[in-house]
């Protein structure tokens, strides 16, 4: 009868107990990726993200040999209405060049006027060009800015408790490798690695068409809609299809959130958040309780509020775990009751 009562709450690895993440990003946030790359994230429901070059909004492309060249960039509508789809917003610098040279213009107005322009603010800064873009130097300019996270151009999975934000990892969704490296596509790349160690996978393309407009930038269209069907496949049961922006703050609560259990009280707990960086936008945090009990035998509540909770999505987590996901801050109460006891 004891063990019946015994009750074990954690934060879960993932939002949802999910057990590992995908997302995908687009540098230069280009008008035409409504020609394909949006149709088929709205039919497949996952959320992308844009990297915007701030100096860019609204314009032509013209930056010496680019070859995106000719292309527009989104303007403020656009940008909004990809919002309005779930979309997140990063920032790629004022005028992607090497940030260096000028900081205070490529790294913090660039910040600013994008964030003046979408209304919200603005955590991720991308490295333009590459990663000669993201040296311990533009590191810390960009945490004194006020960026909370940076993105790479390294070919890796990203580890659900990697240290460093500042050094996220990038799939090149692409048709070849560049250089000395050649490769072919592969729209299974990285899958099984995330499920065995519970990653995030963020897969980098700027803006596949029919053709890709550079082979090593870039994929075709039939490409980038097989590498996201074959992603919702493989996932639909496990994965959380997130944008970037949401991961990033999740990991900051989980590692900033703790739960402290309240001596002698059945079913009550304490968060203490503390050093949470205040550029955190999403605070809800998804708890996995481990118990005898089903959902429907309980109420659970967050500051008061009664919280819908649900048998655990992960494959990791299943067996008797309940899982719910609520709004937290430092000092919320989570208690959590027997619908027998009240009734
Ligand atoms: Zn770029």
């Given at each position: 009868m004891k063990d019946k009562n015994k009750l074990e709450l954690s934060t879960a690895?993932?939002?949802?107990?999910?057990?590992?993440?995908?997302?995908?990003?687009?540098?230069?946030?280009?008008?035409?990726?409504?020609?394909?790359?949006?149709?088929?994230?709205?039919?497949?429901?996952?959320?992308?993200?844009?990297?915007?070059?701030?100096?860019?909004?609204?314009?032509?492309?013209?930056?010496?040999?680019?070859?995106?060249?000719?292309?527009?960039?989104?303007?403020?509508?656009?940008?909004?209405?990809?919002m309005s789809r779930g979309w997140g917003v990063g920032c790629h610098s004022w005028s992607h060049v090497m940030v260096m040279q000028n900081p205070e213009r490529e790294l913090l107005q660039a910040k600013k006027e994008l964030e003046r322009v979408?209304?919200?603010?603005?955590?991720?800064?991308?490295?333009?060009?590459?990663?000669?873009?993201?040296?311990?130097?533009?590191?810390?300019?960009?945490?004194?800015?006020?960026?909370?996270?940076?993105?790479?151009?390294?070919?890796?999975?990203?580890?659900?408790?990697?240290?460093?934000?500042?050094?996220?990892?990038?799939?090149?969704?692409?048709?070849?490798?560049?250089?000395?490296?050649?490769s072919t596509f592969d729209a299974y790349r990285r899958i099984h690695q995330a499920r065995k160690y519970k990653g995030w996978i963020i897969d980098y393309a700027h803006c596949p068409l029919e053709k890709a407009v550079h082979d090593y930038k870039d994929c075709t269209d039939e490409h980038h809609r097989e590498r996201l069907e074959t992603v919702v496949d493989e996932g639909k049961y496990d994965c959380w299809f997130a944008n970037p922006d949401d991961v990033v703050d999740y990991r900051y609560l989980r590692k900033h959130a703790?739960?402290?259990?309240?001596?002698?009280?059945?079913?009550?707990?304490?968060?203490?958040?503390?050093?949470?960086?205040e550029q955190v936008i999403c605070r809800e945090m998804t708890f996995v309780l481990k118990c005898a009990y089903t959902p429907e035998a309980l109420i659970i509540s967050v500051d008061g509020k009664i919280v819908s909770a649900f048998p655990a999505g992960g494959l990791s987590i299943q067996g008797s775990c309940i899982c719910f996901t609520a709004p937290v801050k430092d000092g919320s109460e989570i208690v959590i009751r027997r619908k027998a006891d009240r009734e």
């Open positions: 690895l993932w939002k949802y107990g999910k057990d590992w993440v995908y997302s995908i990003t687009y540098d230069e946030a280009l008008s035409d990726l409504y020609k394909y790359v949006i149709p088929t994230h709205d039919r497949l429901g996952i959320p992308g993200h844009v990297e915007v070059v701030s100096g860019h909004i609204g314009k032509i492309r013209n930056l010496g040999a680019s070859s995106f060249n000719g292309m527009k960039h989104m303007d403020r509508d656009e940008l909004l209405d990809v979408i209304g919200r603010r603005v955590t991720i800064y991308t490295a333009p060009g590459n990663n000669h873009n993201l040296t311990p130097e533009v590191i810390n300019k960009a945490k004194e800015y006020g960026y909370i996270a940076g993105m790479s151009i390294t070919d890796d999975l990203n580890y659900p408790d990697a240290g460093d934000l500042f050094w996220i990892n990038r799939v090149p969704l692409h048709e070849r490798m560049s250089d000395v490296y050649h703790k739960i402290i259990e309240c001596p002698g009280t059945w079913g009550k707990y304490k968060i203490i958040i503390e050093g949470l960086p």
